[in-house]
């Protein structure tokens, strides 16, 4: 039994080796970062951005127009070819994307935030989530920290910068253009057509269609020529890569196997090689034990860099990386107005336009220029209306700085934005069909031109003094000082000197009533009536005071007191009785 379970247990013990040594084979291992290809001397402690800064200005650097979109294209052309270079056979991958701005990416190590937390990962990795049919390393980075060097812009994200310090850039602005050279800061940050994707290398291989690594070389960094470093960088066979056009303006990428000082290519064949290919222009990227190429998720290069049991090779650990990948939008979501089909944006709704879905277009009359083109139409100014804003006559009247005196506008006195409110305008006055503002006409003036002008100003805005003589009124609207309007009449006929006699009574002869004959007359007769009047109270007072002293001057006449009180005698009242009754018995 004992026996039995020894077996059993050396048994399972040989097949945890075996799966333990078998997944260590798989497994792609760490490389010991021992193929170093640095452009600067480690000794004088150099990085690859120690140049000059330029902050502000324009540097030498060419723009190459966006390639047409390419009807049918099938993804990036892969080419594989082992050449020789001064009777060495040296293998590398030749590849190139139509359409950049929508095929092309730069991508962080790792995934987004690897620049800014200094990761590092294989291109394998990094382009697991990221979809890429092919990839290559990117730009330079400090082997030690795994700080990003250099600008890097991935996809319309700047997330590294090289603050002025000059090396060779290659980056695709947002309208497409390709750029490939030396960047000031502020050519960086441009915001007019900023980049989507930018990264640097060091080293300028071609320019306009010419080798252009000596100026390369001076422009970059004048100080560390003395050392012989640089040069070295330059002119060392190794593993090499490049990002760069071609004339009709597809992205180029150039990988090529190799080992420092051992196999490989230099800088002036990579060139040349690139020069055969219609290349354009283009920027030497990282290479040495960077150098990796990677197809549809599988390493297909050979890596200079050893394992950590120093049997195999593995691939480097790097920064940034270079992808290609089935076309996607700028932004991928196309801004949230639209779907993105096969890299171009299919805007919905009736008025987003442009490439990314970020243009409003209201028609070739762009709202008559009388509105704002809004996701929705034409959102009219007040004033105007109608689907392109140009809807309404405007009313005969002074201009307004509201609005151009040609045109269409509100009618029937409205204003205001769909001219949905009603004019308060009085006496004619013309209405601003922008802000509902009355203009009055002459002699009238207020805010809804319901009041006249003052006693003796007139004319627009009631601005005018009269000019009439004797101070007398005019005609508000006119200035007129023979005519009146009629709710002045009863006033002005109380002055003579400042009413003249009409047309038709000269005509006729017919005299005013009011004249001052009339007056006089009137108040004679006036005058003699009262004197009648006095006399006549006079008379009537004197003859009331004599009838009273002749009866004070005769004899004294008693009443009794029983008649004082209304009462009579009995025989009295029997006499009157019998007065009254002529037939009583």
Known sequence: MAASIGRWSLFLLAVLCFLGQASGGLSPGVSRDDDLLVPYSRARARSARDCTRVRAGSREHESWPPSAATPGARGPAVRTFISHFADRAVSGHLTRAAEPLHAFSVLEPGGPGGCASRRRATVEETVRAAGCSVAQNGGFFRIDTGEC??????????????????????????????????????????????????????????????????????????????TGSFS?????????????????????????????????????????????????????????????????????????????????????????????HEPRCQPPDCNGRGTCVEGHCQCIGHFWRGAACDRLDCGPSNCSQHG???ETGCRCEAGWTGS??????????????????????????????????????????????????????????????????????????????CECEHQCPCNPQTGNCSLYPPALNSILSQVKQCLQPSEA???????????????????LALVFLLLLSSVANVSLLLSSRAERSRHLDGAYVYHPLQEMNGELLAAEKEQLGDARNPFKD
């Not at 960077?290 to 049997?311: E, I, K, R, W």
């Not at 031109?449 to 009631?462: L, R, V, Y």
Request: aromatic content about 6%; overall charge negative.
């Open 232 to 324: 070295k960088f330059v002119n060392v066979m190794s593993a090499r890569t490049a990002v760069g056009h071609d004339r009709k303006g597809q992205l180029v990428l150039f990988h090529a196997d190799g080992q420092t000082e051992q196999r490989g290519i230099n800088l002036w064949e990579m060139a040349e090689f690139l020069l055969k290919q219609d290349v354009v222009n283009a920027i030497n990227l990282d290479g040495g034990g960077s150098a990796t190429f990677v197809l549809n998720g599988t390493l297909a290069s050979y890596p200079s860099d050893h394992c950590q049991d120093n049997m195999w090779r593995c691939p480097r650990r790097v920064s940034t990386v270079v992808c290609i």
């Open 372 to 374: 704002l083109c809004t």
């Open 149 to 226: 060097l250099g600008n890097v812009v991935s996809d319309g994200r700047r997330v590294s910068s090289a603050g002025g310090l000059q090396n060779a850039q290659f980056g695709i602005r947002h309208d497409g253009t390709l750029v490939t050279g030396y960047l000031s800061e502020e050519e960086v940050l441009d915001p007019e057509n900023a980049f989507v994707q930018l990264l640097s290398g060091v080293v300028w291989l071609i320019r306009n269609g010419s080798i252009y690594i000596n100026e390369s070389q001076e422009a970059e960094c004048d100080e560390t020529q003395e």
């Open 388 to 465: 392109s804003c140009s809807e309404g006559k405007a009313p005969k009247r002074a201009p307004s700085p509201a609005l151009d005196t040609q045109g269409e506008a509100c009618t029937n006195g409205s204003f205001g934005e769909d001219c949905a409110r009603k004019c308060q305008c009085q006496n004619g006055a013309a209405c601003d069909p922008a802000q509902g503002t009355c203009l009055c006409p002459p002699g009238f003036t207020g805010d809804t031109c319901a009041q006249e002008c003052p006693f003796g100003w007139h004319g627009p805005g009631c601005q005018q003094l």
């Open 505 to 523: 009574t000269l005509k006729t002869g017919e005299h005013s009533l009011l004249t001052g004959t009339t007056w006089l007359a009137l108040t």
